[in-house]
């Protein structure tokens, strides 16, 4: 009997030859990919997919997450195209159906979906092993989170952009994923899943300011511009990989924010990607350890060598 696998637009997939072509226009789950031990089949990604930077480096970047070169991308003759419906548009995934036998859609809105995000590529791929594996993984990280039931409430702005200022709404997988720590984002409500506020406004009640490292690239300089925006409320960056990268690095993400949420955890800045292609960084060799590092919102100079990097976005187009 034929087994299918299906996604969350209701589309039955099969399971793939071996020899299937997988493209894949989400970062974090070009991750999974090649975690699942499928990198040597992967044709195609955007140029944000930058994980694992080893395994992907030779494969063909057909643009960004949103602006997908289609023609590119058909010329690579994939069988199937990973899409998501937070980072894609319906357009890409519309049009990519006409030449492409597979378009998986793919949409997780807390981290328990990423069970089923494994099980689902896992399957249609041949990778039982390696999902459940990392669904154990999961499991026992998840499984350790809890036990934080006594932990107080606290609510917090999560900032995903600036000019203008955005934020996430409670069901997108960020706020859920900060919630398992009982951490609320604030709104409660809103009208967009990345709603535009009035960040004064938004700011007043909430226990902390948090900026994410991604999208936008917030530094040591928005810290201090925001502190004047909204003095008294405490403003920290957090690494925006681990709290919206759903995928294998959910893992890596929950522990982190185990620590973060506890006040320990860091967040070393990287050279910021190029905002319109994710070229800049994607594919070069990035300085090694060392610099600045965030201890509780508060930047430490580790070394000279990367001290001037950190003042501002430097060569990015926000
Ligand atoms: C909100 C936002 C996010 C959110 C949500 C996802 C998203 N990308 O929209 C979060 C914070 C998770 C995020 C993450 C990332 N983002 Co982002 N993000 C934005 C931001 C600030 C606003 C986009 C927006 O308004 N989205 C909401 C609207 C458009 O989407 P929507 O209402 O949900 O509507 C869409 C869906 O509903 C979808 N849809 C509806 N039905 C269906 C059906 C199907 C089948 C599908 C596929 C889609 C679909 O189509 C609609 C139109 O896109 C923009 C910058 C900006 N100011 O525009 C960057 C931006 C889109 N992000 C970008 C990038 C690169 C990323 C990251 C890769 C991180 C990074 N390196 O910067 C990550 C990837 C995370 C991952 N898991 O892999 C880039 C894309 C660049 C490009 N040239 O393509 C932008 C433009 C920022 C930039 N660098 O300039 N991002």
Same mark, same amino acid.
């Given at each position: 009997?034929?087994? #299918?696998?299906?996604?969350?637009?209701?589309? @039955?997939?099969?399971?793939?030859?071996?020899?299937?072509?997988?493209?894949?226009?989400?970062?974090?789950?070009? &991750?999974?990919?090649?975690?699942?031990?499928?990198?040597?089949?992967? %044709?195609?990604?955007?140029?944000?997919?930058?994980?694992?930077?080893?395994?992907?480096?030779?494969?063909?970047?057909?643009?960004?997450?949103?602006?997908?070169?289609?023609?590119?991308?058909?010329?690579?003759?994939?069988?199937?195209? %990973?899409?998501?419906?937070?980072?894609?548009?319906?357009?890409?995934?519309?049009?990519?159906?006409?030449?492409?036998?597979?378009?998986?859609?793919?949409?997780?809105?807390?981290?328990?979906?990423? #069970?089923?995000?494994?099980?689902?590529?896992?399957?249609? #791929?041949?990778?039982?092993?390696?999902?459940?594996?990392?669904?154990?993984?999961?499991?026992? %990280?998840?499984?350790?989170?809890?036990?934080?039931?006594?932990?107080?409430?606290?609510?917090?702005?999560?900032?995903?952009? @600036?000019?203008?200022?955005?934020?996430?709404?409670?069901?997108?997988?960020?706020?859920?994923?900060?919630?398992?720590?009982?951490?609320?984002?604030?709104?409660?409500?809103?009208?967009?899943?990345?709603?535009?506020?009035?960040?004064?406004?938004?700011?007043?009640?909430?226990?902390?300011?948090?900026?994410?490292? &991604?999208?936008?690239?917030?530094?040591?300089?928005?810290? &201090?511009?925001?502190?004047?925006?909204?003095?008294?409320?405490?403003?920290?960056?957090?690494?925006?990989?681990?709290?919206?990268?759903?995928?294998?690095?959910?893992?890596? !993400?929950?522990?982190?924010?185990? @620590? #973060?949420?506890?006040?320990?955890?860091?967040?070393?800045? &990287?050279?910021?990607?190029?905002?319109?292609?994710?070229?800049?960084?994607?594919?070069?060799?990035?300085?090694?350890?060392?610099?600045?590092?965030? %201890?509780? !919102?508060?930047?430490?100079?580790?070394?000279?060598?990367?001290?001037?990097?950190?003042?501002?976005?430097?060569?990015?187009?926000?």
């Amino acid at each position: 009997m034929t087994q #299918f696998y299906t996604d969350v637009m209701g589309n @039955r997939h099969g399971r793939a030859a071996p020899d299937a072509r997988i493209a894949c226009l989400v970062p974090s789950i070009t &991750e999974l990919i090649c975690d699942l031990g499928l990198a040597a089949q992967l %044709v195609a990604r955007t140029g944000f997919c930058i994980h694992p930077r080893e395994l992907v480096r030779e494969v063909p970047k057909v643009g960004g997450t949103k602006d997908v070169d289609l023609a590119q991308l058909e010329a690579l003759a994939p069988t199937h195209v %990973v899409v998501n419906i937070d980072e894609n548009t319906r357009e890409t995934a519309e049009a990519l159906r006409a030449s492409v036998p597979h378009v998986i859609v793919t949409h997780p809105l807390g981290p328990e979906d990423n #069970f089923g995000l494994y099980r689902l590529l896992g399957g249609i #791929f041949g990778r039982e092993t390696e999902a459940a594996a990392l669904c154990a993984r999961l499991a026992g %990280v998840m499984g350790g989170i809890a036990g934080l039931e006594g932990r107080r409430l606290r609510r917090v702005l999560y900032l995903i952009w @600036r000019d203008p200022w955005m934020t996430v709404s409670r069901d997108t997988y960020i706020s859920r994923t900060l919630a398992r720590f009982h951490w609320l984002t604030e709104p409660a409500t809103a009208d967009a899943r990345y709603p535009v506020i009035n960040l004064p406004e938004a700011a007043k009640g909430v226990d902390e300011i948090l900026l994410s490292s &991604e999208p936008y690239p917030f530094r040591a300089k928005q810290v &201090e511009e925001i502190r004047a925006l909204c003095p008294g409320v405490p403003v920290r960056i957090i690494d925006g990989e681990m709290t919206s990268w759903y995928g294998s690095r959910a893992i890596e !993400g929950l522990q982190y924010l185990s @620590r #973060f949420t506890r006040g320990e955890a860091v967040y070393e800045p &990287e050279p910021p990607l190029d905002l319109v292609t994710g070229d800049s960084s994607a594919d070069t060799p990035r300085p090694g350890h060392g610099g600045v590092v965030y %201890v509780r !919102g508060e930047p430490v100079v580790l070394s000279a060598r990367r001290k001037g990097s950190v003042g501002g976005p430097g060569g990015m187009r926000p």
